[in-house]
């Protein structure tokens, strides 16, 4: 079972083709139209939706520290509370490219968009994974 970054990698790297990891960071928000209920359980770290703020690809080797990844999504100037994360699979021994990337990492922001996050690893700030839902 995967419960944080360091066993994420040690996984991917276990895999017979190499892998490229694609991230997603999401915000914790609440709708403008929130009731009374949702404001006070949103302000208790329940509730909300998460939405997409920043996305992108890496191969292992470009991500192999959870905190240099965490510094890197700082210089974009986007707040995020989670990120999640799914793996990509190579072929014949080869990585997948960024160029490769751009639909399923398209797909993975639209699914999780509509809420559909069930295929994907949340981490926290910290490199933990966590239970949603």
């Known amino acids: ?6 066993d994420l990698l040690k996984a991917a790297d ?10 997603v960071f ?4 609440l709708p403008d139209d929130a ?8 302000a208790n770290g329940e509730g909300g939706a998460l939405t997409p703020v920043v996305c992108v690809d890496k191969a292992l080797d470009e991500v192999s520290d ?13 707040a995020w509370d989670v990120v999640f994360v799914a793996a990509m699979s190579g072929r014949g021994g080869m990585k997948p490219s960024s160029d490769e990337a751009q639909q ?11 809420g559909h996050i ?4 949340p981490l926290d700030r910290s490199g933990q994974a966590v239970a949603l839902g």
Do not use: D
């Open 118 to 121: 069930g295929n994907y690893l």
């Open 104 to 114: 399923p990492l398209t797909m993975m922001v639209e699914s999780i968009r509509l």
């Open 14 to 23: 276990a895999e017979a083709n190499p892998q490229r990891l694609l991230f």
């Open 1 to 6: 079972m995967i419960s944080s970054y360091t």
């Open 26 to 29: 999401c915000r914790a928000e």
């Open 66 to 78: 959870f905190e240099a990844l965490v510094e890197e999504s700082r210089e974009t100037g986007q």
């Open 35 to 42: 009731s009374e209920a949702e404001k006070a359980a949103f």
